[in-house]
């Protein structure tokens, strides 16, 4: 089994401890993870989880980094209480655990979240970020859904859909160039495709010597401080992303 039947491989290890600033809801019994900015707003960014669940202590440190720039942030867990996958799991069982956990199948869920956005949270702009398993739910999310504002996937991508280029509203593919999941030439062929057939604003752009998962690295788990200015370049320019699409 190669790295092209498992395509959000990759290994979590030692993680430090987040005490996270938000609080844990439930939304028409979905778990989820909110957090809210110091000062009112009306916008919002739901952040989709990797493999490793909707409590992954790295996923919520980027949300909250979202929140610092403004954004109500969400983060529900998709899984709908399956277990996400953890580093004591064997990778070559994630094919039958990645088949009751589709990317593509996050519809539902997405709607009730931003159901709740507006209503209980009176968001009025909605974009969405996700890692991984995550990056691959919204760009499927951009090709199916027109109410996101804008995306940001984070090392994911759809690679077996025809239509996968048409996207609906301005999304940001990020990848590491070390990246074992996705190869430089299926970065090329996405940019070249979205060229021809996308008619909204895109980008694409590599972080040069990066592996995957590596924009939700938190600072105290970075090994090698020479990745730290393009981890906290990724990020930026996610952040300049949503803020050029949904708040300006």
């Not at 996270?20 to 778990?31: D, L, S």
């Not at 490793?52 to 440190?61: E, K, M």
């Not at 996700?130 to 199916?144: E, Q, R």
Request: contains cysteine; charged residues 25%.
């Amino acid at each position: 089994m190669s790295s092209e039947d498992l395509p959000f491989q990759y290994d979590a290890g030692r993680r430090s401890n987040y005490a996270a600033r938000g609080q844990e809801i439930e939304v028409e019994n979905i778990n989820a993870y909110i957090c809210y900015p110091s000062q009112k707003t009306k916008n919002a960014v739901i952040v989709v989880h990797d493999i490793y669940g909707w409590q992954f202590p790295d996923t919520r440190f980027v949300a909250d980094i979202i929140t610092d720039n403004g954004y109500i942030t969400i983060t529900p867990d998709f899984f709908l209480g399956k277990a996400p996958w953890t580093t004591a799991n064997h990778w070559q069982n994630f094919g039958p655990w990645l088949k009751e956990r589709e990317p593509t199948k996050v519809d539902k869920t997405a709607e009730v979240i931003m159901k709740y956005l507006r209503k209980q949270c009176n968001a009025e702009k909605i974009g969405i970020v996700g890692f991984s398993w995550g990056g691959m739910a919204v760009h499927h999310l951009m090709l199916k859904n027109p109410d996101f504002i804008a995306g940001v996937s984070l090392c994911g991508i759809i690679r077996n859909s025809k239509d996968r280029y048409d996207l609906l509203n301005p999304t940001f593919f990020i990848f590491g160039g070390k990246d074992h999941t996705i190869s430089p030439e299926q970065v090329t062929l996405l940019e070249e495709n979205l060229k021809k057939y996308c008619k909204v604003d895109y980008k694409v752009k590599v972080y040069p010597g990066q592996v995957h998962g590596f924009a939700q690295y938190k600072p105290e788990d970075i090994i090698r401080p020479e990745n730290a200015p393009y981890i906290e370049e990724a990020r930026m320019d996610m952040i300049n992303w949503l803020n050029k699409y949904i708040t300006f």
